[in-house]
């Protein structure tokens, strides 16, 4: 497998996982919020990634959430299941189910906490490769693993046979050009290039798309890569500004957010844009501080997705 073994492009949201007040799984949240990503034109969805609080679930609850995913999508656009974990057994295991119940790929990080060297976290993937079907995304996030994968290894882990993309959540963006310049001819390079500089990058070395936490931002990242697509560099710039002013107010330079923890200001968004996120579960704590409140409506409301009240 290669890049050109999939068709996956444009915008993606890496989906929050829409647990209802009682802390449980809600299938009626799941749908609305899947009928509400399809409505908006996203591309793909990611599951159990690191917006889908994968770590705060039983394995079952795992399954139970890539199966509502892919059951409710019905094939309408593609599905990737998260499927990380601290062994190669256990990722093998998730990733077995979702070829089980019809995902379109899986999906999966370096072990976290751990600090792997570039040669351990080769050897993990290789493993993993050997040992699955479908077809496999290495997700690179130093933010939540504590090691970044080097472009190097990646060019190594892109010639194993089932990885036919990468999603690159760096904060190092020398390294992110880098990686899209090799990568692109070889894999799907997912990153966030969604910006006057991206546009220049997209431009002269490809890219392929962006998985974006949650999809706060499809109104502006939908429209770009159909702006990209169509050559209408003009529009992609004046959606790309608008979708650079929320990503800049929500998160810090290495993704953590300005507001609470990712997921936790991330859900607090959806619940003042009407959408159907869900609440977190333990560790982590809703965003509950007046003062954060306020400023999260603001910049909700200075992009236009909110109405100043």
């Known amino acids: 497998m290669d890049r050109h073994s999939v068709d996956w492009h444009g915008y993606w949201v890496a989906a929050p996982t829409p647990f209802g007040d009682d802390g449980l799984i809600d299938p009626d949240l799941h749908r609305a919020m899947i009928e509400m990503y399809i409505a908006q034109g996203v591309k793909g969805l990611v599951v159990n990634g690191s917006s889908g609080e994968w770590w705060a679930q039983t394995l079952q609850e795992r399954k139970t959430n890539a199966e509502l995913f892919v059951t409710i999508s019905g094939g309408r656009i593609p599905v990737i299941v998260g499927c990380s974990g601290f062994t190669p057994d256990y990722v093998v295991a998730l990733a077995q189910h979702a070829q089980h119940i019809g995902a379109d790929g899986v999906l999966a990080t370096a072990p976290a906490y751990v600090h792997p060297t570039q040669q351990e976290i080769f050897a993990f993937f290789s493993e993993i490769d050997q040992r699955i079907d479908l077809p496999l995304s290495i997700y690179n996030w130093p933010l939540g693993i504590g090691t970044e994968i ?66 706060l931002g499809a109104p502006f990242g939908v429209p770009f890569f159909e702006a990209i697509d169509a050559g209408d560099i003009d529009r992609a710039r004046e959606v790309a500004i608008k979708y650079s002013t929320l990503m800049t107010g929500l998160w810090n330079p290495d993704f953590s957010g300005r507001f609470a923890a990712p997921v936790a200001q991330l859900k607090a968004a959806m619940q003042m844009l009407g959408q159907p996120g869900g609440v977190v579960r333990s560790p982590l704590l809703p965003l509950s501080d007046p003062s954060s409140t306020a400023q999260l409506h603001e910049l909700l409301s200075s992009v236009g997705l909110l109405s100043v009240e």
């Open 150 to 215: 080097e472009v190097s290894t990646m060019l190594r882990l892109a010639e194993l046979d089932h990885v036919v993309s990468i999603k690159n959540s760096t904060g190092n963006l020398v390294a992110l050009r880098q990686a899209v310049v090799e990568l692109s001819p070889i894999v799907r390079v997912f990153a966030n290039l969604i910006s006057p500089a991206g546009i220049d990058v997209i431009q002269n070395y490809g890219s392929d798309g962006f998985i974006d936490g949650g999809g």
